[in-house]
């Protein structure tokens, strides 16, 4: 009989493999110390059994990660009414030390207010009883960023001149960006709409960097999104980041751009 895939905990599992090999342990020799049998190992990293609080530190302890299976493990445990498919993505941003982000379809959902969040919702599937969750899920991520993270967004500029329903949403989504800007919880870089030479891009994407150096690069498309971790395609997208970025206006001017489109309104 096959077992069922615990599908938020795949990614928790393939983590646990991740760093097992790393160590060169195989799942008998993790297991030993563990205090667990090699079917256990096998079970978490096949993700066809959710592990306890226990279990996850004793993993921790001799897999000697410094706590970064706990942390996925909280994450994961805490975000329920999130999709399946999204959980990696949110574990990996909150372990993130520096965030840099590209957007030229919509603003980036770490910069977006409550009602913008509420047309996109609307505009999407979801029903109408899950906006206020998954509003308030989203508006807590960027509290939940470690302390010190640092997020970067380059925004193109039809992107914050694009009406989402009516002018009271966008005066909101203005007078939020302008909180995070000036306050310096993020750095917003505008790419105006004359900007010659302005890489063209196939979708929004995410470089996230992790403690230790570790980049993962996240790609939005219109089918979904993928993750990205093979050195090469990372080290193409940070210098695209970088191409985007040096044709952007710098943070100062960006918000004073930004304040002149909410004037304006």
Avoid: C
């Amino acid at each position: 009989m096959v077992e069922e895939v615990l599908t938020p905990w795949a990614g928790w599992g393939q983590e646990l493999r991740r760093v097992r090999e790393f160590a060169g342990h195989t799942q008998g020799q993790l297991s030993g110390p563990a205090s667990m049998s090699r079917q256990s190992v096998s079970k978490y990293e096949m993700a066809t059994r959710k592990p306890n609080l226990d279990i996850v530190h004793r993993l921790d302890r001799v897999s000697s990660t410094g706590g970064l299976l706990h942390q996925m493990w909280k994450d994961i445990d805490g975000t329920g009414h999130v999709p399946p498919e999204w959980v990696d993505f949110l574990a990996l941003k909150q372990q993130a030390i520096d965030i840099r982000e590209y957007q030229a379809i919509l603003i980036p959902g770490l910069l977006q207010s409550a009602k913008y969040m509420r047309w996109i919702f609307r505009r999407g599937r979801e029903g109408e009883g899950t906006w206020d969750r998954a509003v308030s899920a989203r508006l807590a991520r960027l509290d939940k960023l470690k302390p010190g993270t640092t997020f970067r967004a380059v925004v193109d500029e039809p992107v914050l001149r694009r009406i989402p329903g009516s002018v009271d949403i966008m005066r909101e989504q203005y007078d939020h960006i302008l909180h995070l800007a000036e306050s310096g919880r993020v750095i917003l870089m505008i790419t105006p709409e004359y900007a010659p030479w302005r890489p063209i891009a196939k979708g929004a994407f995410r470089i996230m960097t992790l403690e230790g150096g570790r980049q993962i690069v996240h790609l939005t498309h219109i089918f979904g999104h993928v993750v990205k971790e093979k050195p090469s395609e990372v080290v193409e997208l940070v210098g695209l980041f970088g191409d985007f970025q040096a044709e952007s206006l710098s943070p100062t001017d960006s918000i004073a751009l930004l304040r002149k489109m909410r004037d304006e309104l």
